[in-house]
């Protein structure tokens, strides 16, 4: 019966399984740290994508912050349509209007009433023509301080309220003081048309042999 001798293990050869069984660890441990290196190698892709975003937004409020071309074309209109009424009324004040006419028209029809059954020549001319001019510059100063209250208005009130997002426009301000001048300029014809300052009422001469 043959025998097999026991292998007899040496300390060189414990010390290499030793090695062996380190470097087996070691690879073992390796994917772990690759996946590592992965997520590293990951997250500055996501760091990048962050000042896109970023930059989305910045983009975004951007567009907020534009201005709408239709509210810019809003901005001022009724300003502005006020400011050309102004306008209008202190031309209407110099130049006369239709309502003007008929007032006068009607003052006349009423002198003529009251001296048809008799009167002196003053009291027709008063009556009948004095009565009628003074009513046309009365009319014509009511325009005339319309248009001066309306350019007023216009023109002081960005001072009061919530303050506006831009200013007036120029145009809305220079179509606002044409109205306020001509309106000061029609209070001063009417006032003095009213009051005779610039012709005073024809005087009836003295009847011969009176």
Same mark, same amino acid.
């Given at each position: 019966?043959?025998?097999t001798p026991a292998k007899t293990t040496t300390p060189d050869e414990t010390a290499a399984a030793q090695d062996a069984a380190a470097k087996d660890t070691e690879t073992k441990d390796a994917p772990g740290t690759s996946s590592g290196a992965g997520d590293s190698a990951t997250a500055p892709? *996501?760091? !990048? @994508?962050?000042?896109? &975003?970023?930059?989305? *937004?910045d983009g975004i409020a951007d567009e907020d912050l534009? !201005?709408?071309p239709f509210e810019t074309a809003r901005h001022g209109v009724g300003a502005g349509a006020a400011a050309v009424v102004s306008a209008a009324l202190g =031309?209407? $004040?110099? @130049? &006369?209007? /239709?309502? +003007?006419?008929?007032?006068?028209?009607?003052? @006349?029809? #009423? +002198?003529?009433i009251k001296t048809s059954g008799g009167g002196s020549a003053a009291q027709q001319i008063s009556e009948i023509y004095g009565d009628a001019w003074h009513t046309?510059?009365? =009319?014509?100063? #009511?325009?005339? =301080?319309? $248009?001066?209250?309306? &350019?007023?208005v216009v023109l002081v009130r960005p001072a009061f309220g $919530?303050?506006?997002?831009?200013?007036?426009? $120029? /145009?809305?301000?220079?179509?606002a003081l044409a109205g306020v001048a001509l309106g000061v300029l029609g209070v001063l014809i009417s006032a003095g048309m009213y009051f005779d300052l610039f012709a005073s009422l024809p005087s009836a001469g003295t009847p011969a042999g009176g």
């Open positions: 019966m043959n025998t892709d *996501d760091l !990048s @994508t962050q000042p896109e &975003g970023d930059a989305a *937004d534009e !201005s709408d =031309v209407v $004040a110099l @130049t &006369g209007a /239709w309502s +003007g006419r008929v007032a006068a028209e009607r003052e @006349t029809l #009423i +002198g003529q046309t510059a009365l =009319v014509n100063g #009511i325009f005339a =301080v319309l $248009a001066l209250l309306v &350019g007023v $919530a303050p506006a997002d831009r200013p007036q426009p $120029a /145009w809305v301000r220079a179509v």
